[in-house]
């Protein structure tokens, strides 16, 4: 089945060692997203990649990076993990950008705690 | 700014209906998602309306009104594994999700 995976399913991590969050997907889409989402909130968008053209959100932290060596997978790498980093952090992807139709497809998530 | 409301939670019962529903202030609009979350889990896309009117599939159907920056999700035959988070997002004219922040709904017996 095409799918996204996210690995892994929990994170737990020390404050300030870096850690990175993996995503695969088997769909062959374009666009990969990576969001945040803390309890009871809406998902808040940190960057996406359309392909390998890379897009920053304006008040993403420096502290958040990412990579996309291909088009399969993607990198949520934190440098320095602050308590405020806990999250269940989303991975998804879209076909296309820029089209209204175009549906996002989100991994089980990857569940950070900073200890 | 852009915004999106729905209400923090709802109740109901097995077998009964519901309507959860979200208004919405966005620049441009290109589409309104709603999206299904169970607890510890990612969303999952239920519906998808550009136009106005209304869109059924199966139990749930969704609504829109543009002109009002409102929709509904409809939920019929209420199962108790419809206890979720319904999320409602807007594509505003640069194509971006602006998201709700869900409405948590109870199933009781």
């Known amino acids: 089945d095409a799918m996204v995976i996210q690995n892994p399913r929990y994170q737990v991590t020390q404050f300030g060692k870096p850690v990175t969050l993996s995503c695969s997907q088997t769909?062959?889409?374009?666009?990969m997203y990576w969001y945040q989402q803390k309890s009871s909130q809406a998902p808040k968008l940190l960057f996406h990649?359309?392909?390998?053209?890379?897009?920053n959100e304006a008040d993403t932290p420096d502290n958040f990076q990412s990579r996309r060596p291909n088009t399969s997978f993607c990198f949520l790498d934190i440098r320095s993990p602050g308590l405020g980093d806990a999250a269940m952090y989303l991975c998804?992807?879209?076909?296309?950008?820029?089209?209204?139709?175009?549906?996002?497809?989100f991994g089980p998530g990857t569940r950070l705690t900073v200890l | 700014g852009q915004n999106i409301d729905q209400p923090t939670e709802m109740t109901a019962t097995e077998g009964a209906i519901v309507q959860i529903n979200c208004t919405y202030q966005?620049?441009?609009?290109?589409?309104l998602f709603w999206y299904q979350q169970h607890a510890g889990e990612a969303p999952t896309f239920l519906s998808y309306?550009?136009l106005d009117g209304l869109e059924e599939k199966g139990r749930f159907s969704s609504f829109l009104s543009r002109s009002k920056g409102y929709s509904y999700l409809l939920l019929k035959e209420l199962q108790m594994k419809d206890s979720a988070s319904y999320l409602c997002?807007?594509?505003?004219?640069?194509?971006?999700?602006?998201w709700g922040a869900g409405t948590k709904l109870i199933i009781k017996p």
């Open positions: 998804a992807t879209s076909r296309e950008e820029g089209k209204g139709s175009d549906t996002q497809y």
């Open positions: 769909l062959n889409h374009n666009v």
């Open positions: 990649y359309y392909d390998k053209d890379f897009n």
């Open positions: 966005t620049s441009g609009f290109n589409g």
């Open positions: 309306n550009v």
């Open positions: 997002a807007v594509m505003d004219s640069n194509y971006q999700l602006i």
